[in-house]
DNA sequence: AAATTACTTGCAAACGTTTTCGTTTTGTGC
DNA sequence: GCACAAAACGAAAACGTTTGCAAGTAATTT
C-alpha cells in the first residue's frame, strides 16, 4: 500500500542501503546518486516507516507526558515547555491523560515497555514510590510538578514549602494573624510540602497554629466551597485563607458573592499556581506563580541529556517561584 | 536488553510462534504449552514490543488526537470522549498539541503515514480544504468541534448556526431589542455559523441588524476587553451581547466590574461552550452547552467502524446542543 | 607503475513480531 | 487395523528499516 524504501531504490536505480544512507546523512554518496534518490523520494511521496526505523535502531524519538487531567491551563504551560525542549532535539511529544487512575498511568507507562516512546515524564502520579522505581530503574522515567519521597527518579518542581512559607509570610505581613489554609487530604506531597511552609510561616512569625484553622479538602473547585462554608460558620473565623491551588480560592470568593445578600463572611484569600483564571475573575488572586514553563523545559531537557551522557545529574531540580499579588489579598 | 520472544519460547521449551498465538489466542495451543508459556512470560516479565507488532500487522492501535491548545476544559471534556470510545474497543489515545500552527499539525499528522498511529482526528484546524482531501484520502482522519467547508472529512460537530439562532432568541425573548455581538475574524467557520445564527434570529424576530452591533476579533479573552470598550464608547451601545465563546462573555463581564467604579456600562451576556469557568464565576455565565463528551465519543466510534466496516457512512454529523441558563442574561 | 587512501556502493543480517504452510501427533469411526 | 479429520506445533518468510562488512572504483601518494 504505502510506498517502501526498495520501490525509491528501484526508481533511483540503487539499493536500499544507499536510500537508507541519503536519508540518514551517515556516510558518503555520490551527488548525482543523491539527487536522484531524493527525486524519486519526492515524485513517489515517500515517507519513511517509524515501526520499521524504530524496530531496528530501537528508538522512536517520541517522548510521552502522561497528565492527570487536560484542560487545566497550568499543565499547558508545562507541556509548552516540554514541547519546545523536545522539538530543539529532534523529539516530538505525545501527551497521555491519566484521570488520576493508576491504572491508565501503568497502561500508558507500558509504551515504554512496548519501545514505543523513548522516555515519559509524570506530570503528577498516584503509583507508589517502589512502583516508580522499578519503572525508573529499567525505563526513562521523570517526575515534574510532583515530587514523590522515596522515588529515585528525576524530578523538576517548584519549592512547595517555600513557596508556601513565602506565601503565608505576605499574608502575615498584611496585618493578618488569623490565617486559614485550604490543603488537600491524601498523599499529595505537594499539599504536604506547602501545609509544613504554613506551619514553618506561623511559627517564625509566633502565631500558634490552630488545628481549626486548617480545612483538609482536595485540590478540585467544589472542595474550596466546602471550605467557605465551613470557615464561615467559624465562632472565631480566620481573616484570610491560604489556598494551595487558585481554584479552591476561586470557589471561595465565588461562595461568598453568593452569600452575600445574606451578609457572609468574607475572607482574604491567597492562591497557588497563577492559572490563568485567575487573572479573569474579579477580584484577581493573589498568587504564587511556578515557572511552568521552565519546568517543563528543564525535565525534558535533563531527561534527554541523561539519555545520551548516560549521566547521572541532580535527582531533584528545584526551580524558582514568584509571587503575583491581585486584590483579593 | 529486553526480554523478547524468543527466550520466552526457549524457556518454555516451544517455539515462538506458539507463544505468538497464545499472546493473540489465535488458533489451537495445548492447555500444558498454554500454562508453561504464561509462566515463562510472568517469570521474564515480557512485554510485546509494539514495533515489532505493528510493523507485521501494520497497525498499531493507536489513535491520536491533535489539539490546538491544551489547557481547554473543553477540549479535555472532548477527549475523555475519544478515550473513552477508543478504550472501548481497544485502542489507546494519545494527544499532540499543535499550539494552532499548521507546520506543528502537519508534523503530527505525519506519524499517519509513518504508521505509528492507526488514525487521526483533528480538533479544529488552520490546514486548507485541499490539503485535509489529500490527508484524507490516504489516511483515516477525521474532525471533530469544528467543520471545514469543502473538507470531504468525517466531521463531528454540533450545529453552531442552529445553537446561535438559539441561543439569540433566547436574548430576544427576554425582551432585548439592542444585541451585540462578538465574534472572530478569519477562516474559524464556527465563527461564522454562529454569525449567520446571530443574523436569522434577529431578522426572523424582525430585528434589523446593525453594523456597528458586531465585533469583530478573536475567541481569546483579550478579545473580550476590547469588545467591551467598543461597545461601552457607542453612543446608542447594545443592551445585551451575544459572545462566541464563554472566555469572551467573562472578559465582557470582567471589564464591566473594573470600569463600574467609573460609572461603566453593564451589558447582559450570553456566550457559547459552557466552559468550567462559567459556571466558577460571578455572575455565572448563561451559555450553549456543547456536548463535547458525546463529540468525542462518536467521533471515535465512527472512525473506528468505518476502518473495519470500511463503509462510508454519514461524513457530516451533528450533535444536539443545551442551552444552560445562569445570571449572565 | 605500484601502492595507498578516499569514496561509493551492494549484500545480507538484524531488530521482534505474526502468520502461512506443512508436518506430526492424537483421536474417532468403521 | 485403516482411513481421515482435528489438534498442536515448528520452520521460515514477511513487515521496513539500518548497518557492518566487503568489494569496487577513483584519486592521490610514493
Redesign the interface.
Known sequence: M?VTMKEVAERAGVSVATVSRVLNGTTYVAPEAAERINNAIKELGY??????R??RKSE?K?L?AI?P?????????V??GM?DAAASHGY??????S?DSTAAER??L??L????VDAAVLLGTKMTPAELNTYAANFNLALACERIPGADVLTVTVDDEEAAYAAVSLIIKKGHRKIGLVTAAGTAVSAVDRKNGYEKALSDAEITYREEYVFMGSYA?ESGTAAYRYFARLIDPPTAIFCISDLLA??I??SY??DNARGGQYFKVMGFDDI??SG???PGITTVSQPSYDIGHTVIEKLISRRSENSVNTKHIKLPFRIIERESL
Do not use: C, W
Open positions: 504505502a515517507s519513511p516507516n517509524f515501526l520499521g524504530g524496530l522512536t517520541i510521552l497528565i487531567t487536560a484542560g487545566h491551563s497550568f499543565y499547558n504551560d507541556l509548552m514541547q516530538d511529544l505525545l501527551i497521555g491523560v484521570g497502561r500508558l507500558s509504551m515497555e512496548n519501545k514505543i473547585y476561586a470557589a470568593l465565588k458573592t453568593i490563568q483564571l479573569m475573575i474579579t
